[in-house]
């Protein structure tokens, strides 16, 4: 499997990274994190470059790494800067270097070119941090199967009947269709359930208990974010963003990194309009969800177990994953615009190489042989 590399990725929770050196492999390749002392992420290639030893297993000093081997000393940029008893440091002993910013209480890195990162790709809710909003955050979660499985689950509001009935679904969510819209890259599953009551938990966390409009709004972000907008309100009430701030609101953020082409790092966490200064209120919401999320990542498992068992039979494709077959046809078309934009870049240094190498002609005007 190919991974969409010049894009941000959610690696740990703020919180969860210090000044200690901390381990984690991102789409395959092995890093070490931790923080410099000013409190700036950073991310290295877990790998030193003389003997391979992986740097974390070595030390921190002030703002570098130290290598448990030989004590070669890498800064935050992973150049070298110290190797014991040999003052000359060789141009090439570096490793890696991947750009890494906190953002929305994640630290994320840059996966491809660092000199395409650009912060402004980073994802933005309006709602984190705005005035009325409060914000409550699940735990990491290591799931054992492919990012895409669980992107796929993002994008199907279908199976909240089936998989989460004691919290987010009820039965007769099941029979109501969906619609899949598309802007760009973002991929949107829409469901409105009309003069229903509530989901249990709105219902618990609200107290609302009469007959309501809800929404669900699924929004995959590729490759790594997926935001659903989900609520309820009165019976009749409109379907703008004004109508649906009004009403009880929230976003289930889902932040997805793949760790390899079977196991992914999941982090997700909670923005919502009602009671929000109720610690009450975000603990239960936090368990509730905790509980939903694990029925979703036991599903998952056991779909990817399935697959490993029987590899070259294909799924039967429905109505319903409308949604998530565009959501992977946008990653696919990601990753072969990374492949065709490096095979161009290959192409024209190869010609490039070719014309510096080329003989001159000769005072007589003859082209030398080739």
């Known amino acids: 499997m ?4 010049n894009a941000w990725y959610p690696a740990f929770w703020s919180h969860d990274l210090g000044r200690a050196l901390q ?4 789409l395959g390749e092995k890093l070490v994190f931790y923080r410099t002392e000013a409190g700036a992420p950073v991310a290295l290639e877990d790998r030193c470059c003389h003997k391979f030893l992986p740097l974390s297993m070595g030390t921190l000093k002030g703002d570098a790494v130290v290598c448990g081997y030989h004590g070669m000393t890498y800064d935050p940029t ?4 110290r190797i014991p008893g040999q003052p000359n440091i060789p141009a090439q002993a570096r490793v890696r270097s991947y750009p890494a910013v906190d953002h929305l209480g994640l630290v994320w890195i840059w996966a491809g070119d660092a000199a395409a990162a650009d912060e402004r790709k980073l994802f933005r809710l309006p709602a984190y941090d705005a005035p009325g909003w409060t914000t409550n955050r699940g735990p990491y979660t290591y799931v054992r199967t492919q990012y895409q499985n669980i992107t ?3 994008l199907d509001p279908m199976h909240v009947s089936f998989v989460h009935l004691s919290t987010l679904g009820s039965p007769e969510m099941a029979d109501i269709p969906v619609e899949t819209e598309q802007d760009g ?14 989901v249990p938990i709105i219902r618990k966390l609200t107290g609302l208990d009469t007959h309501c409009d809800r929404w669900q709004y699924y929004n995959y972000y590729p490759p790594a974010v997926a935001i659903t907008d989900f609520g309820s309100g ?37 923005v919502r309009n009602f009671a929000p200064a109720d610690a009450e209120v975000s603990r239960t919401m936090t368990d509730q969800l905790i509980h939903a999320f694990g029925e979703d990542v036991a599903v998952l498992e056991a779909i990817q ?3 490993d068992e029987k590899p070259a039979r294909p799924p039967v494709k429905l109505v319903i994953d ?4 565009r959501g992977r046809r946008v990653v696919e078309r990601m990753i072969r615009a990374e492949q065709d934009a490096a095979q161009g870049a290959a192409s024209g240094r190869s010609a490039q190489a070719r014309f510096d190498n080329k003989p001159a002609r000769s005072s007589g005007g003859s082209q030398a042989a080739e």
């Open 2 to 5: 190919s991974f969409v590399r």
């Open 23 to 26: 381990r984690r492999t991102m």
């Open 78 to 81: 992973g150049a070298c800067i």
């Open 152 to 154: 796929d689950n993002l």
């Open 185 to 198: 890259d973002r991929v949107t599953v829409i469901r409105w359930t009309l003069d229903r009551p509530p």
């Open 234 to 270: 009165p019976v009749g009430m409109g379907h703008g963003e004004a109508d649906r701030d009004g009403a009880y609101r929230a976003y289930s953020c889902h932040f997805i990194a793949p760790e390899t082409e079977k196991t992914s790092h999941y982090h997700w966490m909670q």
């Open 305 to 307: 177990a399935a697959e």
């Open 322 to 325: 409308n949604g998530p077959q």
